[in-house]
């Protein structure tokens, strides 16, 4: 009686640690889903190198802006040629009140010689006051028609030893001598020297001539 206790004590224990052996080995399927599931996780690639380094960036910056720079400034500083467009557009410098007025009394003596009264009318200002070297008092009108009149043939008309007194910036007298050569309507030749002394105003822009006293000083 006591061997059959014993036998089935021992079998009853090999039963139970036959099962709890069973339990706590893993299952084929669980150990192959595992193998699997390491085996399809990626490995992470290896982070690429930069191939231009934060220091090595900034300096072809620096120098990147340095060329710009250049070009810019020598394209600023580059002469206009005296024939290209941008020249052309520039505007011409005003000229001083001394070669302004010399330029008008030199322009007025040469219309003489071409019997051209246009440009004493575009000079002379309307309220014109002169003694001409006769001794007669002139206006604009009277001026006029004495170069209407002329029938002189000039050779030469110059002006000589210009000189331009400013007083102020709108007033100013042109002291000189008007040097004229030719043959008269009675066919004989002449050499006239005048002294003159023109007062100029500029007005609207403009410089005319108000006021002139003339003297006859050779012929």
């Keep these: ?30 150990e192959e889903k595992a193998s699997a599931t390491v085996e399809e996780t990626p490995v ?14 900034a300096a072809a910056a620096k120098k990147e802006a340095t060329t710009a720079a250049k070009k810019e400034a020598t394209t600023t500083a580059a002469p206009k040629k005296a024939g290209s467009p941008m020249a052309a557009a520039s505007p ?11 330029d008008s009394e030199n322009k007025w003596e040469a219309s003489f010689t071409t019997h051209d009264p246009s440009v004493a009318q575009s000079l002379v200002a309307s309220d014109f006051a002169g003694v001409y070297w006769d001794g007669k008092v002139t206006s604009k009108s009277s001026l006029i ?7 002189d ?8 030893k ?22 008269g309507k009675d066919g004989k030749a002449f050499d006239r020297v ?6 100029w105003v500029e007005r609207n822009g ?9 003297m006859k000083v050779r012929g």
Aim: proline fraction near 5%; charge should be positive.
């Design 92 to 102: 011409a410098k005003k000229m001083s009140v001394e070669a302004a007025l010399k």
């Design 145 to 151: 028609g004495e170069m209407k009149k002329d029938k």
């Design 162 to 183: 210009l000189a331009v007194h400013s007083y102020g910036p709108t007033v100013a007298v042109v002291v000189g001598t008007s040097h004229e050569k030719g043959t």
């Design 194 to 199: 005048f002294r003159f002394t023109d007062t």
């Design 44 to 57: 992470p690639a290896a982070t690429a190198r930069p191939t231009t380094t934060t220091t090595e960036s």
């Design 153 to 160: 043939t000039y050779k030469s008309t110059v002006n000589e």
């Design 1 to 30: 009686m006591k061997l059959i206790i014993a036998f089935a004590t021992a079998t009853m224990l090999s039963l139970v640690a036959s099962t709890i052996a069973q339990e706590e080995s893993p299952s084929p399927a669980t």
């Design 206 to 214: 403009q410089w005319q001539c108000v006021a002139s006293q003339v």
